[in-house]
């Protein structure tokens, strides 16, 4: 009876891996299908809204001159680039000083002093925000950098799609182990929580926005009140694509992999802080939510495939003698396409692709580790600055939704 038992749930195991990687290629193809436009600068600047680059800086003394430089040779003719500095201690400050001397649509803010109830980007934002003349703001990582194209290409996507928010999933640059062992399988993880397809869906509450680069309206970006009013979230780009798709505004989350580069993280320490910060974040703190995901994380990790392989293999042998090996080589064939295919829509090798069962594994116990913090109401530590619970936890990451906010995207332009 308990082999009987076993081997059924092994067979429901296989089944949800097959499903789970199907439901990954289905996600591929709908990535590849959403890239900004062709690349071709503009002839003149004549007609074109003017941008404002807003880059908030903390500590970033490795980064900033490659993501200042890369600002700096847009191929759009009518910009200016904000760089704030929060609160730096190291050169940042001296470096972008040399970078934007006698750069007349340059602008340096520096900030010495966090308000209480804020976090450190969302407060670098808002003063960028608030000092910007564009008619469109950019706002972008400073551990980030774009090709030439890019300012442009986004611009007219949003143009193309009557949309006011624009966003660009990135290339990823890796170099230690840890990084390519564990951003595969975590970004998995986040694409799981906004499937693109929905994101992209007007119809679809489902929204997410990456502060590693958007493009925004201004005027839609006042309404939404802007950074302000995701100040205390440590996930502020996910509360401004919530709030600018739930005030009845078009978003579009690209594969921007042609177009933006990052290092989101150094290390095992860093990524492992980084990511819980944005998963938990990004689940609003929600018990049950973590539960969930930590659930299907273990169901589709490797100890959970070999036990199904192992269980159920057999059994499918003695009942299907001539078909048994139908399910197991659509699992490997799905295992050989969509992991691979995930680290190429990353742009970075498909051999990264075998570190993902450590990676999945490790994902699992971040999961965990979520879990303990909810219970224990642990406070949020980021970037040296320590963040009490009530901002740990926020009430709710979407906006309330007003029935005389609703309109389609077309009637802001």
């Keep these: 009876m308990l082999n009987n038992f076993l081997i059924a749930v092994a067979g429901v195991m296989l089944l949800l891996q097959i499903y789970f990687w199907a439901v990954g290629l289905r996600g591929l193809l709908q990535s590849y299908s959403w890239t900004p436009s062709a690349e071709g600068g503009p002839d003149s600047s004549e007609g074109l809204p003017f941008i404002s680059i807003i880059i908030p800086a903390h500590n970033e003394e490795e980064n900033i001159q490659a993501c200042l430089q890369s600002a700096f040779d847009q191929d759009y003719p009518n910009f200016e680039i904000i760089l704030v500095d929060d609160r730096s201690t190291d050169a940042t400050e ?5 970078i934007g001397r006698n750069k007349s649509n340059f602008k340096f803010i520096k900030v010495n002093e966090l308000p209480h109830g804020w976090t450190g980007k969302s407060h670098a934002l808002d ?3 608030r000092q910007a003349s564009g008619e469109w703001l950019a706002f972008f990582d400073a551990d980030s950098h774009i090709v030439p194209s890019a300012l442009t290409r986004c611009h007219q996507t949003a143009l193309d799609h009557k949309v006011s928010l624009v966003s660009l999933g ?3 640059i890796l170099k230690t182990f840890w990084e390519k062992a564990l951003q595969p399988p975590f970004v998995v993880a986040s694409s799981m929580l906004f499937p693109l397809a929905e994101v ?6 489902v929204a997410s926005a990456s502060g590693m680069f958007f493009l925004i309206k201004k005027s839609v970006y006042e309404k939404i009140g802007g950074h302000r009013e995701v100040r205390g979230l440590a996930v502020e780009d996910i509360g401004i694509g919530k709030r600018v798709k739930a005030a009845g505004f078009g978003i579009l989350f690209l594969n921007g992999r042609d177009l933006l580069e990052t290092r989101m993280y150094t290390g095992f320490k860093t990524t492992l802080d980084g990511w819980i910060r944005i998963l938990s974040a990004s689940m609003n703190y929600n018990l049950a939510m973590v539960v969930k995901n930590l659930i299907i994380h273990i169901l589709m990790s490797p100890f959970a495939a070999a036990f199904a392989l192992y269980m159920f293999v057999p059994f499918l042998q003695s009942v299907f003698p001539i078909l048994w090996f139908i399910l197991p080589l659509i699992f490997a064939l799905e295992l ?3 992991p691979p295919g995930i680290c190429s829509q990353m742009g970075i090798p498909k051999r990264y692709a075998a570190l993902m069962p450590l990676g999945n594994l490790i994902l699992i116990w971040t999961y965990m580790v979520i879990i303990k913090k909810i219970l224990m109401k642990d406070a949020l530590e980021w970037n040296g600055t320590t963040y009490g619970t009530h901002l740990y936890r926020p009430a709710e990451l979407d906006p309330a939704r007003d029935s005389r906010k609703s309109r389609s995207a077309a009637e802001d332009f």
């Excluded at 001296?94 to 040399?98: E, K």
């Design 336 to 338: 050989l396409i969509v």
């Design 200 to 205: 992209n869906d007007p119809n679809s509450p």
């Design 127 to 129: 003063i960028g925000g």
């Design 170 to 172: 990135p290339k990823f």
């Design 94 to 98: 001296s470096i972008a000083a040399d």
